[in-house]
């Protein structure tokens, strides 16, 4: 604890900054005063580090020296057509070299959970499961051949979901650990991709949260959500085949 | 929590670039994908994010660090539920970014960008640009730690254990190198 640490013979070093900050105890702070009256070398670092601090909080901001907006429209711009592509493995490989030191650090548990979310949801299991919560006894042919299947709860509806918002959390918070390590046109296209699909998604979430029953904004948001994962699956894929080794 | 700073003055915001509904107004239509709102999001807030920018990742790696944050908060707005202000939580997702940034920064680099010595040099090449100039450039140059919480803590006004937090460090170290970086920065002051 900062406050015990102040003693009458030493210099005050770090409590200097905790006296500035109001951090000591009183009994440090009267100990901390009692140095200072003594010891013109102490008050001399308070009175610096004070201006450190004054100055510090008197930093005004500005803005860049360019506009900055033109890279970032370009970014979240509605990306090209799906399917993205992804550079060929071989091309990122430096010439000469059979192996590639392996560009990303999926866990094997970040794997598995992008491979059972991507079997569950690409096969219309999002679709199938809100559509069947929602709309209960609502004729509806999935996406992909997924079958309408009715007398499936909100629960598991909302757990799917819940599994999709984890899954896709979990590849995307990993994929920003990795943009360092990415190619950076792949990372521009995985995020204008991601961009445009999370601006679709938080659409249809409103409208669906204004019209629940509504058939059409279930399986649109299915879609988009299918949309998500295919993406990120790519991406996976990609991790997957390097993680492995795979050719 | 918002985070004021005494005596800054708010980055201006051209007129054209605000809209009647202010910032709740731009960030509902920029969720559902309008350009436009975000673009006057973007000159509302940009100030202040490019000023933390250059703060922690330094001017050749400011500009880049801001349009990451700002394509990052594109993507994350669906996910902003209006428990604090927009720009709060903004400022919140850039210093993540920053901090994100930096780590590959120093893992690139493989040491700390700059030692004690070099941060001693620095008020000397910029002194005729004016002291605010020479002291942002000094606080760009102390060790990697250092400047982190220093920024966090003395500019942007968070308290240790968020700082502690957000850096995955105790709040005990936090504080030692806060102290570290406010001795080296008055050096800084000391020598204009």
Same mark, same amino acid.
């Given at each position: 604890m900062t406050g015990t640490r102040v003693t009458g013979g030493d210099h005050l070093d770090q409590d200097l900054s905790a006296y500035l900050d109001d951090e000591l105890g009183a009994a440090g702070r009267a100990r901390a005063d009692a140095h200072l009256a003594a010891c013109a070398g102490c008050r001399d670092a308070l009175a610096g580090l004070r201006d450190v601090v004054a100055t510090a909080r008197s930093l005004e901001d500005r803005g860049p020296a360019t506009d900055l907006w033109r890279g970032i429209e370009r970014r979240i711009a509605p990306p090209p057509p799906l399917p993205f592509v992804l550079p060929p493995r071989a091309a990122r490989r430096p010439p000469g070299r059979l192996r590639v030191v392996r560009q990303f650090s999926f866990t094997l548990p970040q794997l598995a959970s992008a491979a059972a979310i991507v079997a569950v949801l690409s096969g219309g299991g999002v679709w199938w499961a809100m559509s069947g919560a929602r709309n209960a006894g609502v004729a509806a042919t999935a $996406?992909?051949?997924?079958?309408?299947?009715?007398? !499936?709860?909100? *629960? &598991?509806?909302?757990?799917? /979901?819940? #599994?999709?918002?984890?899954?896709?959390?979990?590849l995307e918070r990993?994929?920003?650990?990795?943009?360092?390590?990415?190619?950076?046109?792949? %990372?521009? *296209?995985?995020e204008a991709n991601l961009a445009a699909i999370d601006a679709a998604i938080a659409s249809a979430r409103r409208a669906l949260a204004a019209d629940p029953a509504n058939p059409y904004l279930s399986g649109h948001l299915a879609e988009q959500m299918q949309r998500k994962i295919r993406v990120l699956q790519r991406a996976a894929d990609a991790v997957t085949a390097d993680y492995t080794g795979a050719s | !929590?918002?985070?004021? #700073? $005494?005596? /800054? *003055?708010?980055?201006? %915001?051209?007129?054209?670039?605000?809209? $009647?509904?202010g910032d709740a107004g731009d960030v509902a239509l920029a969720a559902a994908g309008d350009a436009a709102a975000f673009r006057r999001l973007y000159e509302a807030h940009v100030g202040r994010v490019h000023s933390l920018a250059r703060r922690m990742v330094g001017c050749d790696h400011a500009?880049?660090?801001?349009?990451?944050?700002?394509?990052?908060?594109? #993507?994350?707005?669906?996910?902003?539920r209006g428990e604090s202000a927009f720009g709060t939580w903004l400022f919140r997702l850039a210093v993540n970014v920053m901090l994100t940034r930096r780590a590959q920064l120093a893992t690139r680099r493989g040491r700390e960008v700059v030692d004690d010595e070099l941060l001693a040099q620095q008020p000397d090449r910029v002194r005729s640009r004016g002291?605010?100039?020479?002291?942002?450039? &000094?606080i760009v140059a102390l060790p990697e730690g250092a400047r982190q919480v220093f920024v966090l803590h003395d500019v942007e006004g968070y308290t240790h254990e968020e700082i502690a937090t957000l850096l995955g460090v105790t709040s005990g170290t936090s504080k030692a190198q806060l102290h570290r970086a406010r001795m080296l920065m008055r050096r800084v002051l000391a020598k204009g």
């Open positions: $996406p992909d051949g997924a079958g309408a299947a009715g007398g !499936m709860g909100a *629960t &598991a509806a909302e757990f799917e /979901v819940r #599994r999709y918002d984890a899954a896709a959390a979990d990993v994929l920003d650990q990795n943009r360092g390590r990415l190619d950076p046109e792949t %990372v521009r *296209t995985v | !929590m918002e985070h004021s #700073r $005494p005596g /800054v *003055t708010p980055t201006s %915001v051209p007129e054209s670039a605000r809209s $009647p509904g500009d880049e660090a801001t349009q990451d944050a700002f394509v990052r908060a594109w #993507r994350k707005l669906g996910s902003f002291l605010g100039l020479d002291f942002e450039t &000094a």
